[in-house]
Nanobody
Framework: QVQLVESGGGLVQAGGSLRLSCAASGRTTSSYAMGWFRQAPGKEREFVAGITRGGGTTLYADSVKGRFTISRDNAKNILYLQMNSLKREDTAVYYC?????????????????WGPGTQVTVSP
């Protein structure tokens, strides 16, 4: 089992950048494929980015491709999401998640563990 806690959210102007972190405790993150999801008010939780156990393969939602970068440091048990060129529509609560299976999953049901989330608000 693994416990996840996100940090790094906040208020940023459109066009700005933020870096989210997800610290894991318990079982090492190298045992899990990892992902970032987000949920805006009144909307369903959606996939943002995913990364395989070793970090060799990544996958992004079309809406963030070219602006966001997912990475991981398995030695530190930390997952990152670098977010550049932020837009108002990126405003949401961002969640990290861990999947016991090795492939990158893109749906909520496929992930086994979740953090509590961190708020990202992009102002005009």
């Amino acid at each position: 089992q693994v416990q996840l806690v996100e940090s790094g959210g906040g208020l940023v102007q459109a066009g700005g950048s933020l870096r989210l972190s997800c610290a894991a405790s318990g079982r090492t993150t190298s045992s899990y494929a990892m992902g970032w999801f987000r949920q805006a008010p009144g909307k369903e939780r959606e996939f943002v980015a995913g990364i395989t156990r070793g970090g060799g393969t990544t996958l992004y939602a079309d809406s963030v491709k070219g602006r966001f970068t997912i990475s991981r440091d398995n030695a530190k048990n930390i997952l990152y999401l670098q977010m550049n060129s932020l837009k108002r529509e990126d405003t949401a609560v961002y969640y990290c998640a861990a999947d016991r299976l090795p492939l990158i999953a893109t749906t909520v049901d496929e992930y086994d563990y979740w953090g509590p989330g961190t708020q990202v608000t992009v102002s005009p």
